[in-house]
Structure formats: structure tokens, C-alpha cells
């Protein structure tokens, strides 16, 4: 047996270390019938975990299956099995959590590696993932019809099937005919589904969402490729589709999906051959990008010439704000020969037009000249501001905000600091910080760096709703990094910095919080060594007395002694240590345990050194949850009733978040028919739907239960995902308590 020459012995331990390890740590079988999906990776470590929470997941990649047999974790970078590296990490298969991994519980002060997760999902059957279907056809080919169906039967529930069309040419068009279509309906098509994409998988562009019932409608796009992806849920069965599709040069008479623009600018639009006439059967539709809900779309027709009927059924041109027709009570329908007037459309980031024809009447058809005008608000479009000062320096306050309006989605701006030098503290102070909540800051967040990029050690990633707070790390370099996300709006913040010599590194007396949200506290110069005579203080607001404060420390190391005289970290409820009788003082290497603080609008934390032993020192998670101090918490049940458990049926898309009574009803026939009041509050952090300001519709005796319309909101928001429980007898046996 072969040794190291410098270390004898060291060469075979290792090979045999490792051989051992991984041989005892293989995947998990996925069994007969079953077959893993790919791997996902949506969220990255940050904060204080790495967190592939399911259903986020699933909002993201809809074609993961819903009855998971099994998951499996490995390192992102290596492929190798979680439990080879002896991190804590949380795995359930069945629950929404899917699997996550926090910093807090990891040996030797750890942090959670980059995981990924695949899921074992049935090939055939109820809840059939069904193996993707590759097609491929060149210019003039028509495929045979393929069958989503069991027609006359039933399609299984959890249905998740995939086809994959190859045009073989970015120049061919793809024309897709659906035919006997017959799924469940719904306004926004959210139970049963087909989704067309232009592209490789769902993360292309979406072309549109089908569900219904139509004898036939076709769907087409450009090549090379287009992608299906058809949905069931659990509850109706419906007998599903045929489909074929047919590959074309764009060449021939033709209007392909398109889209256009993407900022300021203006073009147009004209019906194929204009002024010739347009041929019979086309279905032409377009999107016209703002790149941010703050400009203005202007729509002017400059020549219409259409078939005309009173209801425009046989041709027409259709304006609508949402991709799915379905979801766009306020689309505008034209035909005949009237020119119709100029639209100014604010507070949408895309418009859709559809132009149709049928088989008869042919007219010299539409030309239409779009314009996109406007700025797309501070930071929108936000190139690197590189922001530079030496020691002493403080800067001005910069806005990443439009308060007290709302940023726009999909926002990344950068911000660089120089500091000048590697011995240089540089220290941000964040203000009137609102953005969206999330238990790891995965929708709306801000991240800070010490370093030059994202590639540099994260200090903290941060998000909800804080007065102010005050983030520290080493020169020469900090990077921010700001990001939203699609979905909710918020007022974003403004920050200040500034440099100090690393000889005289300080703590100011920060307040932090306001509303719910996460953050962390560390010790001056954490990990490295606090400094001498250092006196820290910081207040946490909850902003209400009816929330929860929670602390969590992750890393804790400091001088020891047996009633902390020399440093410690104290907490405390009132600012005044004197009035403080049930102050807790910490010090040595112990982690302090977890505290839950209720009843309290403030929490005070006290750092304190002396001039002789210095440690690591501290780094501490605060969460700020729970209820709102104006709304006086959820409304009351009565004498003789009881809640149930919370519903969320329904995730907001295309226009709205409804929780349909009657749809609940079907799927949970354990809720009560006779309702005494309903209960509507943030699917994710569990507060009152009236904090958000949103527009809500309740009615506790109608089939409605709720709706969130984003046409109705302010400030082009769109409805968060709202939950909902219901107060009913306790006698009624169809009631589901929560106890």
C-alpha cells in the first residue's frame, strides 16, 4: 500500500476517507414507476439559510409534480450528497418547506453550503409527471395529432406533462392547433391549464394559458423551439385535448407572437400584407414592452379597415392589458371602418394586441404606431453609481426609492463604495427601508457585500420594514446590490456612508425595525476581533406591542466571566437599565438561547468591552412578526363558533387573488355552509390584508369568500397571495376548528 513520502500513511487515509463517505451516503432510489425531475436551485445562501422552500418552487416551475414520493439534496457545486458535509439540514417531503438549511444550526459556527434539490415525481398514473415529449419537424411539415386525453374518459388528477417542438431554425414559425379541448375553467386559468412558451422550457417567454372549453383555436410562435406544459390539479376532471403542430418559413403571409420595444422608443404595427388585404384564419398576436410600469404606452391608429359586426366576432383587433384573455374584463375589442381613438396607457409595463380573422371576409386591415414615453422612475434602470470617499468622509443621502409612490418590479441596481484603503471602515446607514417580507429575503431584498461584487462575502441580505438600521464592514470596497422582483411594490429606501480609520471603529445608537421584517446585529468588526471600550446600543421596533420580537443568536464568543462584568451583550425591555429588573446579560462562549418577546413595541441591546480581553464577538438575528397595532388584531368569532384553519387555494395571477367560496368548498367540502364572518390575512407574514393598503372584496355570505383585483389597487401594485379561514359553529359537523 502506497504512501505520502512527506506524510506517510496521509495519501491512503484520505482515498479512503472519501470512498467510505460517499459510499455511504448515496441518492435515494426513486422506484418503479416513478423518475427524479432535474435539479432546482432557486435560492442561494444568504442571510441566515438555504431554503428550497416547495412552494416557491413551484410557483417558479410549475411542472414539478405534487404527490413527491422522495427528494434529493446535494451540493450545488459538487453533486455530492448533503450528508457527506455534517450540515443540519431539514428535509420533508411532503410539506411545502421541501428542504432548508440555517446558519443557526450549525456546528463550529458554519454556514450553510449551496444546495440543490430534485424531486422523485410518478411517470404514469395519477399525479403523472409524463416524460418529456420531444417533436421536431423542418418548413412544410404537419405532424399527426397527439392525444392529452382520455377522451370519452377522464384525465388523472396532478397531472404535469411536457412537450418540446424543435423548428429546427430561428427563421421557421411554429403553428400549434389545439382541437376537442375540454379542461376545467377558471377566470385566470389557475386549476387546469395548457401553457404555451416560446422557447425551451417555462422559464421562456409565456406565448399564453388555455383552459375551457373551445373546438379548436391555434397558438403559434417562432422557432426554434416551443414548449407545452399541461396541468391538473386535484379536484375536476375534464377530458383534456388534441393537438398537432405545423412548421412554416416566416417567409409565407404570417404574424408571429411578438415582442416590442423595451424602453422609449415608437414603431408600428400593421396587419399582414397591409395595405394589401389580410388573409383569412390569422392570429396575430403582439406585446409592446414599456421595460417599467412608469412610462406611458400610446396607442394611435392611423388606418382600420375591418369586417364589421356589432359585437366584432368575426374580425377584430383587441387591446387588454394581461396576457390572458380571460383575466381582462377591461379589453378593448375594434373592427369595422372606424379609426378608433388614441389610447394613453399608464401604470402597465406590457400591452397585448391580438389581431383575428375568420374564413370569410378579407379587408385591407390596420396600421397602428406605437410609442413608449417616460423615465422609469429613479433606479430603474440604474447603472453602476461608484461612490468614493477617504477617511472622515460622509456622504449624502442617495434614494433607491420613488417615496411615497411604489419602485417598479424587476429592478437590479449596483452600488459600489471605495473607502480608499484596506485599514478603512465604511458604514452604510439605511432609512425609510420598506420592501416586501420574506423569511429569507428571496422576493425583494437588499444585499451588501465587503468586496467588489456579488462574488465577495455577503454581510447580510436584508428586506421588510425597518426605521433604519446601519450595516459595517472593511475597506477598501462595499457592494450593494438592490433587487425586486415581478410581483409586489413597495417604496424601496435611501442610504447614507461613510469612512472611518479602522483605529476608531464605533457602534451608534441604531433604530432598527418599524414593521416586520429580518436583520442582523453584529459586534464592531465581526468575525474579527471587537475592539476595546466599545459601548453599542441599538432598539428594535416592532412598531406595534400586539407583534413578536425574536432573537436569535448565530455566533457568540466573548471575554468570560461569572457575572459578565467586563463584556457583555445585554437585553432588555426598557431603554433605562436601572427599570430594567428583567435584563439578561450574556458573556463567555455559550450561544445565549432563542428569546420570543411579546407584548413589547421596543427591545434594547447593549454591547459593552472593556480595555483588556477582546473575542470574535457576536452576531445576531432579529425578526420582527405578527399583527398590526391599528386594526386592533383579527376580527371575533362569537359564543358558540370556532376558526377553522387557514385556506390559500388560489396564488395571485394574471389579474387577481381570489378565494372563490364555492371552489374552496369543493376542494374542502369540511368548511361550513353557514359562515358568521371570514378571516383575510398575508399568506406569508400573517398580517392583516388592511396593513397593505390593498383594495379587498369580502363578503362572508356570498359564493365569492374574497377577491384582490390589481386593476383595483394603487400605485399599479398587483394583490399580494392572501389566505383566508372562516368562523363557523362548533356544533356544525362540517366544520374544520383550529384549535
Request: with cysteine.
Amino acid at each position: 500500500m502506497k504512501t505520502s513520502l512527506l506524510f506517510p500513511g496521509l495519501f491512503v487515509f484520505l482515498v479512503t476517507l472519501e470512498a467510505t463517505t460517499l459510499a455511504q451516503f448515496r441518492s435515494p432510489t426513486c422506484g418503479t414507476g416513478y423518475q427524479w425531475t432535474r435539479f432546482y436551485n432557486r435560492d442561494l445562501p444568504s442571510g441566515n439559510c438555504d431554503c428550497e422552500n416547495f412552494r416557491d418552487l413551484k410557483r417558479q416551475y410549475p411542472e414539478i409534480c405534487n404527490n413527491r414520493a422522495s427528494v434529493d439534496v446535494v451540493d450545488a457545486t459538487t453533486g455530492i450528497d448533503y450528508r457527506v458535509y455534517g450540515q443540519v439540514v431539514n428535509i420533508n417531503t411532503a410539506s411545502e418547506r421541501g428542504f432548508s438549511c440555517f446558519n443557526r444550526d450549525q456546528p463550529n459556527g458554519q454556514r450553510c453550503r449551496n444546495y440543490k434539490i430534485r424531486f422523485c415525481c410518478r411517470t404514469s398514473g395519477p399525479g403523472a409527471s409524463c416524460s418529456m415529449l420531444r417533436m421536431m419537424g423542418g418548413v412544410g411539415y404537419t405532424s399527426p395529432y397527439y392525444s392529452a386525453s382520455t377522451h370519452p374518459g377522464n384525465n388523472p388528477h396532478n397531472l404535469n406533462c411536457h412537450y418540446r417542438i424543435n423548428a429546427q431554425s430561428t427563421s421557421n414559425v411554429i403553428k400549434v392547433l389545439f382541437r376537442r379541448f375540454n379542461l376545467e375553467h377558471h377566470t385566470c386559468c389557475n386549476y387546469d391549464y395548457v401553457a404555451v412558451y416560446e422557447g425551451v422550457s417555462t422559464s421562456s417567454r409565456l406565448i399564453g394559458k388555455y383552459c375551457g372549453r373551445n373546438s379548436s383555436f391555434t397558438v403559434q410562435g417562432r422557432g426554434p423551439y416551443m414548449y407545452i406544459h399541461y396541468h391538473t390539479d386535484r379536484s375536476v376532471h375534464s377530458t383534456g385535448f388534441q393537438f398537432r403542430f405545423s412548421v412554416s418559413a416566416s417567409a409565407t403571409p404570417s404574424c408571429d407572437q411578438l415582442s416590442i420595444g423595451g424602453g422609449p422608443g415608437t414603431g408600428f404595427i400593421t396587419s399582414p400584407n397591409y395595405p394589401s388585404n389580410y388573409p383569412h384564419k390569422a392570429d396575430c398576436r403582439y406585446r409592446i414592452n414599456a421595460g417599467s410600469a412608469s412610462r406611458t404606452i400610446t396607442l394611435r391608429f392611423t388606418a382600420f379597415n375591418l369586417e364589421s359586426h356589432s359585437y366584432c366576432r368575426y374580425d377584430f383587433v383587441e387591446v387588454r392589458k394581461t396576457i390572458n384573455a380571460h383575466c381582462a374584463p377591461n379589453a378593448r375589442k375594434y373592427c369595422g371602418t372606424t379609426l378608433p381613438a388614441t389610447q394613453v396607457i399608464t401604470g402597465q409595463q406590457y400591452v397585448y394586441i391580438h389581431f383575428f380573422t375568420d374564413n370569410s371576409v378579407a379587408r385591407s386591415g390596420f396600421r397602428m404606431q406605437w410609442t413608449v414615453s417616460g423615465t422609469s422612475g429613479p433606479g430603474a434602470s440604474c447603472s453602476m453609481p461608484r461612490l468614493t470617499g477617504g477617511v472622515g468622509y460622509t456622504s449624502p443621502y442617495y434614494s433607491a426609492s420613488t417615496h411615497p409612490g411604489n419602485n417598479p418590479h424587476n429592478l437590479n441596481c449596483h452600488y459600489r463604495i471605495n473607502a480608499q484603503s484596506t485599514s478603512n471602515v465604511i458604514k452604510v446607514l439605511f432609512r425609510r427601508f420598506n420592501l416586501e417580507h420574506h423569511t429569507c429575503c428571496s422576493y425583494d431584498y437588499v444585499a451588501v457585500y465587503e468586496g467588489v461584487s456579488t462574488s465577495s462575502r455577503l454581510i447580510g441580505k436584508y428586506c421588510g420594514r425597518n426605521s433604519s438600521f446601519t450595516v459595517q464592514g472593511r475597506g477598501p470596497y462595499m457592494y450593494i446590490h438592490y433587487h425586486t422582483d415581478r410581483s409586489v411594490h413597495s417604496t424601496g429606501f435611501q442610504f447614507r456612508f461613510s469612512v472611518s480609520a479602522s483605529a476608531t471603529p464605533s457602534c451608534d445608537q441604531l433604530s432598527i425595525g418599524g414593521g416586520p421584517g429580518t436583520g442582523f446585529i453584529t459586534s464592531p468588526n465581526y468575525p474579527s476581533n471587537y475592539p476595546h471600550k466599545a459601548d453599542c446600543r441599538y432598539r428594535i421596533n416592532a412598531g406595534s406591542a400586539s407583534r413578536t420580537i425574536t432573537l436569535r443568536f448565530t455566533a457568540f464568543n466573548l471575554e468570560s466571566h461569572s457575572y459578565c462584568r467586563y463584556d457583555f451583550v445585554e437585553v432588555r425591555k426598557t431603554i433605562n437599565a436601572h427599570c430594567a429588573p428583567n435584563a439578561r446579560k450574556y458573556c463567555g462562549t455559550t450561544l445565549p438561547a432563542t428569546q420570543v418577546i411579546t407584548g413589547q413595541q421596543y427591545v434594547y441591546i447593549h454591547f459593552f468591552t472593556d480595555n483588556s480581553v477582546a473575542r470574535s464577538g457576536f452576531r445576531l438575528q432579529w425578526t420582527v412578526s405578527g399583527g398590526s397595532p391599528t386594526l386592533g388584531g383579527p376580527p371575533t368569532c362569537g359564543t358558540g363558533y370556532q376558526w377553522t384553519r387557514f385556506y390559500n387555494r388560489d396564488l395571485p395571477s394574471g389579474n387577481c387573488d381570489c378565494e372563490n367560496f364555492r371552489d374552496l368548498k369543493r376542494q374542502y367540502p369540511e368548511i361550513c355552509n353557514n359562515r358568521a364572518s371570514v378571516d383575510v390575512v398575508d399568506a406569508t407574514t400573517g398580517i392583516d390584508y388592511r396593513v397593505y393598503g390593498q383594495v379587498v372584496n369580502i363578503n362572508t355570505a356570498s359564493e365569492r369568500g374574497f377577491s384582490c383585483f390589481n386593476r383595483d389597487q394603487p400605485n399599479g401594485q398587483r394583490c399580494r397571495n392572501y389566505k383566508i379561514r372562516f368562523c363557523c359553529p362548533i356544533s356544525n359537523q362540517g366544520a374544520t376548528l383550529h384549535i
